[in-house]
């Protein structure tokens, strides 16, 4: 069964960086895209960004500009460069990676303190 791992969660200040990493743990048949997801507490998940293969990066309104989505369909990673964090940032974020099944990854907290 493959899964997805995630790393690079953590708290940081407000106007600060973190780098989210993906990787699944085997080969993922028919990848068609890969994604980035969070909640926060008492919300519903949202799309954060996806990227497809061979199309354009996509994003909330809300991170545009801040951060930056980046795939590997070879290595089966994704990334999530996040910039002038803000404390509405503040989630548990979810790698999703689309193929004839959905992946999900364990979740990684995301503090923004301001």
């Known amino acids: 069964q493959v899964q997805l791992v995630e790393s690079g969660g953590g708290e940081v200040q407000a106007g600060g960086s973190l780098i989210l990493s993906c990787a699944a743990s085997?080969?993922?048949?028919?990848?068609?895209?890969m994604g980035w997801y969070r909640q926060a507490p008492g919300k519903q998940r949202e799309l954060v960004a996806r990227?497809?293969?061979?199309?354009?990066?996509y994003y909330i309104d809300s991170v545009k500009g801040r951060f930056t989505i980046s795939g590997d369909n070879v290595k089966n990673t994704v990334n999530l460069q996040m910039n002038s964090l803000k404390p509405e940032d503040t989630a548990v974020y979810y790698c999703?990676?689309?193929?004839?099944?959905?992946?999900w990854g364990q979740g990684t907290q995301v503090t923004v303190s301001s």
């Open positions: 990227i497809a293969n061979g199309g354009k990066p």
């Open positions: 999703r990676f689309e193929s004839v099944v959905d992946y």
């Open positions: 085997g080969y993922i048949f028919r990848l068609s895209a």
